[in-house]
């Protein structure tokens, strides 16, 4: 792993406490930052991830915040204004769900439940985050969405449409705040052995290994290190761009 010094930083990680998220959050812990680590249900993936970073206890904030309630995101930035008084460097829009479905057989409710967390938990963090980043006139956003913005995996319409709706956000936004010292980017992961599809048949399992050209699925580290990269002052000149980390799928 390259290192990289982000001491003096502070970074938020939403759903930072499982999967690729907590991959992340540990890294820039690792790498010295101050983490704000959100999650939104799993109190036990929480403590087991508090309790695993004890070490790190004086520079870990891990703070319950569902991405999709507006109100929540407003209340989690207010109390970061006291407990963050120099500003957030970093925001990561780690977040994500699936709910799949072919779209004939898709109910509405799981269309709005991706389309919720994935991209308006984007937007809620994101207005947030640049407003406060303006202050300050720095900033990183890394958002991370999913080959399947442009494959467009069948069974995945809603899951697509939200990864999609996050690289047009990106491109939009960079550009907004790109005279503010603020970068936004994306990183693509493929396919990482997470919770996330743990739930994928056998069958499909195998037919995504075929097709990619590394012939193996990627691990939550190796998503990180892209994240710590855009992240980084290093990576000043990249922005509005998608970082694929996919083994050349
Ligand atoms: P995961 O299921 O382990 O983690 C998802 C995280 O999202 C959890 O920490 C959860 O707390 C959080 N979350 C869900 N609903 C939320 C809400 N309403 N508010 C706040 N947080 C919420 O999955 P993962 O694989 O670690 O996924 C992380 C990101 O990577 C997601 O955006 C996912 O779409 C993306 N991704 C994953 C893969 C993969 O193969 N695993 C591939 C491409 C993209």
């Known amino acids: 792993m390259i290192h990289y010094d982000f001491s003096g930083q502070a970074a938020i990680v939403t759903g930072g406490t499982r999967g690729i998220g907590r991959a992340i959050a540990e890294s820039f812990l690792a790498a010295g930052a101050r ?3 959100t999650y939104v ?4 993936a929480a ?3 508090r309790e695993a970073n004890r070490a790190h206890a004086e520079r870990l904030d891990v703070r319950k915040c ?3 309630d507006y109100g929540q995101t407003e209340a989690l930035f207010k109390a970061l204004e006291q407990s963050c008084p120099a500003g957030i460097d970093i925001l990561v829009n780690n977040s994500g769900i699936r709910r799949d479905s072919i779209l004939g057989m898709m109910k509405p409710e799981d269309w709005r439940a991706v389309l919720d967390v994935n ?9 947030l985050a640049v407003l406060a980043m303006m202050r300050k006139r720095y900033g990183r956003i ?9 494959f467009g995996f069948p069974g995945q319409a809603n899951y697509a449409a939200s990864k999609a709706g996050q690289i047009g956000l990106t491109r939009s936004v960079s550009k907004e705040v790109a005279t503010r010292g603020i970068t936004v980017n994306c990183v693509s992961p493929g396919f990482i052995g997470t919770d996330l599809i743990k739930d994928l ?4 399992r195998q037919q995504y290994l075929d097709q990619i050209p590394l012939k193996r699925f990627g691990n939550v580290d190796e998503v990180a290190a892209c994240v710590l990269f855009l992240a980084s002052k290093e990576a000043a000149y990249v922005t509005g761009t998608v970082l694929e980390v996919t083994g050349g799928l």
Request: proline share 6%; aromatic share 6%.
């Open 47 to 49: 403590a087991a991830f």
């Open 142 to 150: 890394v958002n991370i969405t999913s080959p399947c913005a442009h």
């Open 35 to 37: 983490v704000i680590a």
């Open 66 to 68: 569902d991405v999709t």
């Open 41 to 44: 249900g799993n109190e036990t």
């Open 201 to 204: 048949p056998d069958k499909l």
């Open 119 to 127: 991209l308006n938990g984007t937007f809620n963090m994101t207005k």
